[in-house]
C-alpha cells in the first residue's frame, strides 16, 4: 500500500482514517496522562481511556515501578476532531472492575496532551454537592467542573497546596504527602519498604501478592455448616452456564438469569445493579451462552449482546452499552468472546463435497490484534476475516483468538507469555496455523486470560502464562510451545480462568490447578496447585457431579448432571450466586433468585 508523504506522527491517523491521502487538516493528536496515588498492580492493573463520542480507545497495562504520582502518559489517540471533546479514564481492578472514573472536557484547537487527575481522597466522595451542578466531577476529595485539569487550573477553583508541606503528614512511616499540580496525593517514601513490598497509606508497608482479587472474605476450611444436598430456592432446570471476569450467566427453563458485578449492565435486567443471586434477562433470548469481562451474550436464532460497549464488544457501530440484549448477527454461529472482543464463525453453510465455506467475524478491542484483521484498529462493528474453512470452534482468551477447523488449528492477537502457542513471543495480527492437517486429533479446545489449552489425543497440553500453575504441568514455569499436563484421564469439558484452569472427565469427575487465592480452586483451602487437584461439589450427597465447568477471573461454576450450578472463589461481586457477597473456598449452590426464600 503506498502511504503519502505525511509527517510521521500521522502515520496511525492516515492508516486508520483514509485509504489514500493524509488525514485531514481538521484531526489532531489527544496524548492522554494520568495522574494517581492508587497503587499500580496493587490497587488497579490496567488504565482505560476512551474518548467519548468517538470511536477511539485505548487501554494501558499499569507497572508496579510506574511513577503515577509524578505522571504516565497512558494513551495517545491520533485522528481525534477538532472541537470540543471529553477524554474518560478509569482505573481497572485486578478482577477486571473499575473502580473509578475520572472526565476531562477540553476544547480541542490542535495536538496536545491532557492530564486526568484522580485522587485516592474522593473515594466515598459523591458529586455534584453544594450549589454548582455542574461540579461533576471529583479531585482532591472536592467536587470540580470536568474542565478542572493541570492544564486547565482556573476550572480547578483554589488549588489545594502549592508545597508538600501544605498535605501534612502521612499516617504511616512508609508513607508521605507531596503536592503536585496544585493537589495533594499520598506517595510512598523511598525504599521505605522492601522490594516485595508496597505502602499501603493506611496500614503500612504490605505484600504486594497479598492483594485480594476482590475484597471477599474468605469462608473458613469446613465451610461453616455442612452442604446437605441442593436447598429448596436452589437454581435448577439449568442447561447452560457461562461465566465473565466477576458475573455469571445460566440457563433455566426458557429465561437467561445472570447474577454478580453489573456496573455496566452485563446482567441484561435493565439496571446497573449488583445482583447476588440469579435475575432473569428476558426470556427465551438463547440456549448457549458466552461472557466477556463485563458482557454477556446468547445465541439463539441470533446473536444477542448486552452490557459494556466501551471497545465496540457488543458489535452495534459504537456507542454505549446496554443493560437489555441487542442483536449482534442474525444467524446462527459459533462464538467465542473475550475481556472486550468478540469472533464467531458462520455455521452450517456446507455446499457440496468440497466441504463447508465458512467464515470468521469479528469486533471490539483489537489493540493486541485479537480480531485478526491485520491491524490494530478496534471493531465497533463485525468484520470478515476472509477464512474459507470447515470449522470447528471459535474460543477467545482476554486479548486473544483462536479457532478450530478442517484445515488446523489457527491463533492470533496478543502473545507476551506465549499464549499463541508458536514457540515465540511475538504477536500476530493476523490467524497463524498452531497445527496443520486435517486429523489434527484435537477434541477441546479452551482459552484463558493468557493461557490456552487442548485435549489431543488423549493427553492434555496446555501453554502461555504459568505464574500460578495454571498450566497444569506441575511447574511455574512459562510455556510458549504445548506443554503436556501431569492430568491423567479422558476429558469432557474444559474451563480456564485468569489463573487458573479446570477440567471435567469422561466419568464426571472434577479438577482443578492453579491459582488458588480466593478458594477458586474449590478445595476448602487457599493454596496455589501447580498439579490437577479433584474437587468434590458436595461431600454429603454423591450424585452431584459435574458435566461442565467453567471459570471468571477468581471464581469457578460447575453444571451438574442434575441440572444445578455451584460456584466457589471470589464472591464480594456476587458471582458465586449464593444471595451473599461473600468468597468460598468450597462449592456453593446458586439459588433462584425468582423465587422466595426458603
Known sequence: MHVPACRAAAL??????????????????????????????????????????????????????????????????????????????????????????????????????????????CSGVSCPAGDDPLAIECVGGRCVSPECSPENPAACGEPACSVDGDCGPASVDCARNVCRAGECFVGSAPAACATAEYCDPDEGCLPRSGAPVDGGPIDPPDGGAPVTGPPENALSNVTAVAAGASHACARADLDVLCWGANGSGQLGDGTMAQRNAPASVVPDVGTELFAGRAFSCAMGPSLD?????????????????????????????????????????????????????????????????????????????????????????????????????????????????????????????????????AFTGVSILEAGRDHTCWFRDDQLACWGANDRGQLGDGTTTQRTSPTASTFDGSIAFLG?????????????????????????L???????????????????????????????????????????????????????????????????????GRLPAP
Open 12 to 121: 496511525v491517523a492516515a492508516l486508520s482514517l483514509s485509504a489514500s491521502g493524509c488525514p485531514s487538516t481538521s484531526n489532531a493528536t489527544l496524548r492522554v496522562d494520568v495522574r494517581t496515588d492508587f497503587v499500580p498492580e496493587v490497587e488497579f492493573s490496567r488504565v482505560t481511556v476512551l474518548l467519548e463520542g468517538e470511536s477511539l480507545s485505548d487501554v494501558y497495562e499499569a507497572r508496579f515501578e510506574d511513577d503515577f504520582v509524578a505522571g504516565v502518559r497512558v494513551a495517545t489517540l491520533d485522528g481525534v476532531s477538532l472541537g470540543a471533546q471529553t477524554v474518560r479514564a478509569q482505573l481497572v481492578g485486578s478482577d477486571g472492575r473499575s473502580f473509578v472514573t475520572r472526565r476531562v472536557s477540553t476544547e480541542l484547537r490542535s495536538s496536545t496532551t491532557v492530564t486526568l487527575v484522580i485522587t485516592r481522597s
Open 522 to 592: 474449590g478445595v476448602g483451602d487457599t493454596d496455589d496447585r501447580p498439579s490437577p487437584t479433584e474437587v468434590t461439589l458436595d461431600p454429603t450427597d454423591d450424585t452431584i457431579v459435574a458435566a461442565e465447568v467453567v471459570a471468571g477471573d477468581a471464581f469457578t461454576c460447575a453444571l451438574t448432571i442434575s441440572e444445578h450450578v455451584l460456584c466457589w472463589g471470589a464472591g464480594a461481586s456476587g458471582a458465586l450466586g449464593d444471595g451473599a457477597a461473600t468468597a468460598s473456598a468450597s462449592p456453593v449452590y446458586v439459588i433462584d
Open 496 to 520: 480456564l480462568g485468569a489463573e487458573h484452569s479446570c477440567a471435567v472427565t469422561e466419568d464426571d469427575r472434577l479438577f482443578c490447578w492453579g491459582a488458588n487465592d480466593q478458594g477458586q
Open 305 to 437: 449482546c448486552w452490557g459494556d460497549n466501551a471497545l465496540g464488544q457488543l458489535g452495534q457501530g459504537g456507542g454505549p452499552g446496554s443493560t437489555t440484549p441487542l442483536t449482534v448477527l442474525d444467524d446462527n454461529f459459533k462464538v467465542g468472546v473475550g475481556d472486550a472482543h468478540g469472533c464467531a464463525a458462520e455455521r452450517n453453510l456446507c455446499t457440496g463435497p468440497g466441504g463447508c465455506n465458512e467464515d470468521v467475524l469479528c469486533w471490539g478491542a483489537n489493540a493486541d490484534g485479537q480480531l485478526g484483521d491485520g491491524t490494530r484498529t478496534n471493531r465497533p462493528s463485525p468484520v470478515s476475516l476472509g477464512i474459507s474453512d470447515d470449522i470447528y470452534w471459535v474460543i477467545a482468551g482476554a486479548r486473544h483468538t483462536c479457532y478450530s477447523a478442517l484445515s488446523g488449528v489457527y491463533c492470533w492477537g496478543a502473545n507476551g507469555s506465549g499464549q499463541l502457542g508458536l514457540g515465540d513471543t511475538t504477536a500476530r495480527l493476523t490467524p497463524t496455523v498452531l497445527l496443520g492437517g
